[in-house]
Nanobody, 120 residues
Framework: HVQLVESGGGSVQAGESLRLSCEVS????????MGWFRQAPGKEREGLAA???????TYTHSVAGRFTISRDNAKDTLYLQMNNLTVEDTAIYYC???????????????WGQGTQVTVS
């Protein structure tokens, strides 16, 4: 049973930073690929960043240069460092994992429950 648990969300002021974490357990297949997504109120869920097993990352335009995705394979943990946050970054943030490299597509099989980020 695969489980993804996000943490690190919260309420911050515009211009501040947050780091999200996503701990993965029960993933018996290796390697696996991971991504971060978010859903703002009244909007579709969008892909933000994805990382492959070598650490190569892909970003959507709106977060490139401000957000950094990384992973610690020894700890089975995915991270998203978010800098210079704006009110437009307010959303529920989700991590996802799969054995297929879906990058920013919504096709991942395994999803976390989400963590709220509020920027004011």
């Amino acid at each position: 049973h695969v489980q993804l648990v996000e943490s690190g969300g919260g309420s911050v002021q515009a211009g501040e930073s947050l780091r999200l974490s996503c701990e993965v357990s029960g993933f018996t297949y290796s390697p696996y690929y991971m991504g971060w997504f978010r859903q703002a109120p009244g909007k579709e869920r969008e892909g933000l960043a994805a990382i492959d097993t070598t650490g190569s990352a892909t970003y959507t335009h709106s977060v490139a240069g401000r957000f950094t995705i990384s992973r610690d394979n020894a700890k089975d943990t995915l991270y998203l460092q978010m800098n210079n946050l704006t009110v437009e970054d307010t959303a529920i943030y989700y991590c996802a994992a799969d054995v297929v490299n879906f990058q920013l597509a919504q096709s991942y099989t395994n999803w976390g429950q989400g963590t709220q980020v509020t920027v004011s």
